[in-house]
């Protein structure tokens, strides 16, 4: 069983830029895909972007040319730059790891994961 632990958040204006960062432990850079979720007060978790055991990744319609999705595999950590970030980036960010045969069928971007991390805040103000 992986453990993920992320870090990064924060608070920035419109514009501004944050990297969030997610330590991984155990096997879990080797499943499948890994995944950042976000999930913003009274809304469900979304799928942020996914980046595959191949080096592909995907993103949601939302982040696409600002968001990109990135692993140091010498530093067991998974990234997630943000660019040009808007008010309605505001959520708690979760990396998530050892996704379910439906989620990598359906594309990495659902939510069937086992291993989740406590999450890191990103507030961004207008």
């Known amino acids: 069983q992986g453990l993920l632990v992320e870090s990064g958040g924060g608070s920035v204006q419109a514009g501004g830029s944050l990297r969030l960062s997610c330590i991984v432990s155990?096997?879990?850079?080797?499943?499948?895909?890994m995944a950042w979720f976000r999930q913003a007060p009274g809304k469900e978790r979304e799928g942020v972007a996914a980046?595959?055991?191949?080096?592909?990744?995907s993103y949601a319609d939302s982040v696409k040319g600002r968001f990109t999705i990135s692993q140091d595999n010498a530093k067991n950590t998974l990234y997630l730059q943000m660019n040009s970030l808007k008010p309605e980036d505001t959520a708690m960010y979760y990396c998530?790891?050892?996704?379910?045969?439906?989620?990598?069928?359906?594309?990495?971007?659902?939510?069937?994961?086992?291993?989740w991390g406590q999450g890191t805040q990103v507030t961004v103000s207008s």
């Open positions: 155990g096997d879990t850079f080797s499943r499948a895909c």
């Open positions: 998530a790891a050892d996704p379910s045969t439906y989620t990598q069928i359906m594309g990495c971007l659902g939510p069937g994961y086992s291993i």
């Open positions: 980046l595959y055991l191949g080096g592909s990744t």
